[in-house]
């Protein structure tokens, strides 16, 4: 087990990475918290495959079937709303969860965001855990305390930053994961090595394991990763224009094939999968990324999304352009991307012409990056 430090203002934890750690060390974790209830927010089908191994848990930690409450709402990123989030407070009014409680976000990066946006706001903050089910949550959205849920506009419009007291990562939750969620999380993953040189490589030279679903090596990964994502939150928390709004390559343009298409078609990963290549093509086009940097790029999103790499449509392209406008980096009516130098060296660009990225968008209706 790896036992990863964020430090935060908003607060310090640790991340826990592990295979079978949930039943051995939650517990413990639980009992150092001391809480009166665990409220868990979490879907019905994460429910259903592991819900008898997460009450034997809670029992242990805090014995008592009063001492348990649950909110569970339905599977899906359309489901990241308002009116959810509303649902979710009033069961945590029914089940009488105070300030002195504790929310346990149980699931992927759905369940985990708006958890986290409840624990933040709910009776003005209340503490929370994230326990990530997904590869996409363990290696991204569990860790930052970035949180909050989408409007019909556009995702995460709506949020705070709300630091968990801890994440407890375990990788044999993955066995039950569907393939098209591990290759949607993978993309994290290699964003993570578009960010970090040594870890690209990597991760091209182990994706036949990672996509067999190898708990050693996916272990190896996950814990990487999160060391990765530690780093960019303890030198920029608040994403003040600092390291940690490059994390958002090949967000910008993912978060606007979510928009447009509409949230569900697409995972997120897939969409930040066709955003990676966008911003690949930008940084050469831009006289940044050498040739053969970005055919590796490129080699390496079609590799992990294989048969669920998203085929655009060209009459998405112009609503695909008018969603960018709608993304927080966007200063001034100017689109601010974040690109790469090189494979291991990302920045933020400013004033990138629409015109420009319509023309990368055109190029992804050729046939060389379709499956």
Same mark, same amino acid.
């Given at each position: 087990?790896?036992?990863?430090?964020?430090?935060?203002?908003?607060?310090?934890?640790?991340?826990?990475?592990?295979?079978?750690?949930?039943?051995?060390?939650?517990?413990?974790?639980?009992?150092?918290?001391?809480?009166?209830?665990?409220?868990?927010?979490?879907?019905?089908?994460?429910?259903?495959?592991?819900?008898?191994?997460?009450?034997?848990?809670?029992?242990?930690?805090?014995?008592?079937?009063?001492?348990?409450?649950?909110?569970?709402?339905?599977?899906? &990123?359309? +489901?990241?709303?308002? !009116?959810?989030? *509303? %649902?979710?407070?009033?069961? #945590? /009014?029914? @089940? =009488?969860?105070?300030?002195?409680?504790?929310?346990?976000?149980?699931?992927?990066?759905?369940?985990?965001?708006?958890?986290?946006?409840?624990?933040?706001?709910?009776?003005?903050?209340?503490?929370?855990?994230?326990?990530?089910?997904?590869?996409?949550?363990?290696?991204?959205?569990?860790?930052?305390?970035?949180?909050?849920?989408?409007?019909?506009?556009?995702?995460?419009?709506?949020?705070?930053?709300?630091?968990?007291?801890?994440?407890?990562?375990?990788?044999?939750?993955?066995?039950?994961?569907? &393939?098209? +969620?591990?290759?949607? !999380?993978?993309? *994290? %993953?290699?964003?993570?090595? #578009? /960010?970090? @040189? =040594?870890?690209?490589?990597?991760?091209?030279?182990?994706?036949?394991?990672?996509?067999?679903?190898?708990?050693?090596?996916?272990?190896?990964?996950?814990?990487?990763?999160?060391?990765?994502?530690?780093?960019?939150?303890?030198?920029?928390?608040?994403?003040?224009?600092?390291?940690?709004?490059?994390?958002?390559?090949?967000?910008?343009?993912?978060?606007?094939?979510?928009?447009?298409?509409?949230?569900?078609?697409?995972?997120?990963?897939?969409?930040?999968?066709?955003?990676?290549?966008?911003?690949?093509?930008?940084?050469?086009?831009? !006289?940044?990324?050498?040739?053969?940097?970005?055919?590796? /790029?490129?080699?390496?999103?079609?590799?992990?999304?294989?048969?669920?790499?998203?085929?655009?449509?060209?009459?998405?392209?112009?609503?695909?352009?008018?969603?960018?406008?709608?993304?927080?980096?966007?200063?001034?009516?100017?689109?601010?991307?974040?690109?790469?130098?090189?494979?291991?060296?990302?920045?933020?660009?400013?004033?990138?012409?629409?015109?420009?990225?319509?023309?990368?968008?055109?190029?992804?209706?050729?046939?060389?990056?379709?499956?």
């Amino acid at each position: 087990m790896e036992r990863i430090p964020v430090r935060t203002a908003g607060g310090d934890y640790e991340v826990y990475v592990g295979r079978d750690i949930l039943s051995s060390v939650l517990p413990s974790l639980l009992r150092r918290l001391a809480p009166r209830r665990v409220a868990v927010v979490s879907h019905p089908e994460i429910i259903e495959l592991h819900g008898d191994g997460l009450r034997d848990i809670l029992r242990e930690a805090v014995p008592g079937e009063e001492n348990t409450a649950f909110f569970i709402f339905p599977a899906g &990123e359309e +489901e990241k709303n308002l !009116g959810t989030l *509303e %649902m979710g407070y009033r069961a #945590l /009014l029914h @089940a =009488d969860v105070t300030r002195e409680d504790v929310l346990l976000a149980f699931g992927g990066g759905v369940v985990g965001d708006l958890a986290g946006f409840l624990a933040a706001t709910y009776m003005r903050g209340v503490r929370y855990l994230q326990v990530p089910t997904t590869l996409m949550a363990m290696v991204d959205s569990s860790i930052g305390g970035k949180v909050g849920v989408d409007l019909p506009e556009g995702k995460n419009l709506v949020g705070a930053f709300h630091q968990p007291r801890l994440v407890v990562t375990d990788p044999t939750t993955l066995r039950t994961l569907p &393939e098209r +969620e591990l290759r949607a !999380g993978l993309v *994290e %993953m290699l964003k993570h090595g #578009l /960010l970090k @040189a =040594d870890y690209f490589t990597w991760y091209e030279e182990h994706l036949p394991e990672l996509l067999a679903c190898d708990e050693e090596v996916l272990t190896e990964g996950i814990a990487t990763s999160c060391r990765i994502k530690a780093a960019v939150v303890l030198a920029d928390e608040k994403e003040r224009g600092g390291p940690r709004t490059l994390l958002n390559l090949g967000h910008t343009v993912g978060h606007a094939l979510e928009n447009v298409a509409g949230y569900g078609v697409w995972r997120h990963g897939e969409a930040v999968g066709i955003g990676l290549i966008v911003a690949g093509r930008l940084s050469r086009r831009l !006289g940044f990324l050498a040739a053969e940097e970005l055919q590796r /790029l490129e080699k390496a999103v079609v590799a992990t999304l294989g048969p669920y790499l998203p085929r655009l449509t060209r009459d998405q392209l112009d609503p695909l352009v008018a969603a960018l406008f709608r993304d927080k980096k966007t200063l001034g009516g100017r689109l601010r991307f974040v690109l790469l130098r090189r494979l291991g060296e990302a920045f933020v660009a400013e004033g990138i012409e629409p015109a420009l990225v319509r023309a990368e968008l055109e190029g992804l209706l050729e046939a060389e990056v379709t499956p």
